[in-house]
């Protein structure tokens, strides 16, 4: 059940139950729902085309046999790390302007913003448009022979979750593609105007089962797999490793037999002199990550050796931003804030969560691409960049500022708004599920 009121923004309430790791740096996590009138709001969706078919986050490359780098190619063939790895990416401000330059209506304004950061950045995540069949997706997609679970907009504005297969006689091609049903094999209803993936987290009203689960992260739903798995974060000059992520990867895909053995709790050997040769600062990376040390192979326990740590995996801890159909049938966002890897729930926990409010939902973004804008303002075309520290206009802050995307979801209307165009939730569960 939830109580509705009115949109106005309110501060997040602070009595929702704190991780371990929150409790030590002071923060919290909360959960926050809002539903959107389907007959007054459009859902628009914004994207960099220009990434399209491009690298994404590659994974799995090791330096010194001991590091697992993110890293990016550009139309260049130039190599990007860390933070050039958004390079050419624009900021949520510049998305407003791009879709008010083709708008339908004087009247249209920017609502809200939805994050949507994994297109063009991870596998699993594609959007189509139904006007010229435009495919977004990377170079190595598997679109012969994926299904997806979509969130689907029609002329109307209507939205459902479907799962969703593609075809094109030119595989090759951004254009052309045709969407099916998967569990049909007949194309999309023609009023169907473009459509976008994510991990499916609520199915028929229901949290899904750990070993649906499991098979999503086996099959490479989860490309970063520290959304999954928590890992400590061990501090190496300016930056960190996290110990152990590249025994995860083998030849930039997951290693299957290494993300089993985590997902059955088995403990995982890995080298820990190859980050530094302090045990202490070993030992409190762990701690911070609430792990225990203790032989007994039970999940969040360690056991140290000369070289080496057998760790027995915990689940990883995210802010997550979950869209889909709530029980009402209207269009629902959910968000549950934090800090990544420290402040928030697990993927398990998140679906039991959304399935008190949703009746099939997808998981969109985890971490700093988790945040929701909003205009209060109803003089106000867009949603000011200046305005971004504001509470009243950021409602959920991204934990790490991280607003240049190359993907969001814009709720526009061409009118005044009313109460029960868009409605804040409070949910009378907390957040205790971690």
Known sequence: MLISTAFVPNPLPDEQKMTPAGR??????????????????????????????????????SASDRLSLDRFID???????????????????????????NKQSSNDKIISIITNGNLTQNSYFVAWFKQDGLLIRLKDEPIATQTYDCVVIDKDNK??????RFQNQDIQSETGWQAIYANTNKLLSPAVQFLFSGQRVVKNGQAISHQELATQII???????????RFAAVPITSYWLDLGLEQFYSNRKINVDTVMKALRYEPISVRWRNYCDDVYIVKKALADKGYQES?????????LTTNSVNIVFLEAIYCHNI??????????????????NNVGTTLAGLSQLAANVFQDAILLNNGGDVFY???????????????????????????????????????????SLNEQDIQVLKPNFDLNIV
Not at 80 to 85: M, P, S
Not at 391 to 403: G, M, N
């Open 159 to 164: 939205a459902s979750i479907e799962q969703v």
């Open 24 to 61: 030590r740096r002071g923060i919290s996590s909360q959960i926050l729902c809002i539903r959107y009138n389907q007959d007054t709001i459009k859902p628009v969706l914004s994207v960099q085309k220009e990434f399209n078919l491009g690298s994404g986050i590659i994974r799995g490359s």
């Open 323 to 340: 869209l889909g159909i709530d029980k009402q049938g209207n269009l629902c966002s959910m968000y549950i804030t934090g800090w990544s």
């Open 75 to 101: 139309c260049k063939g130039k190599e990007l790390f860390g933070a050039d790895l958004r390079t050419g990416t624009i900021s949520v401000w510049e998305h407003q302007i791009r879709y008010l330059l």
């Open 219 to 229: 099959s490479g739903c989860y490309a970063d797999l520290r959304h999954v798995f």
């Open 295 to 303: 032989n007994n192979g039970v999940s969040g326990t360690y056991y």
């Open 373 to 415: 804008l909003t205009n209060y303002d109803q003089k106000e075309q867009i949603i000011p960049y200046s305005k971004l520290s504001e509470p009243r206009w950021t409602i959920v802050e991204s934990c790490e500022q991280r607003y240049y995307i190359r993907s969001v979801l814009l709720m526009t209307c061409d009118r």
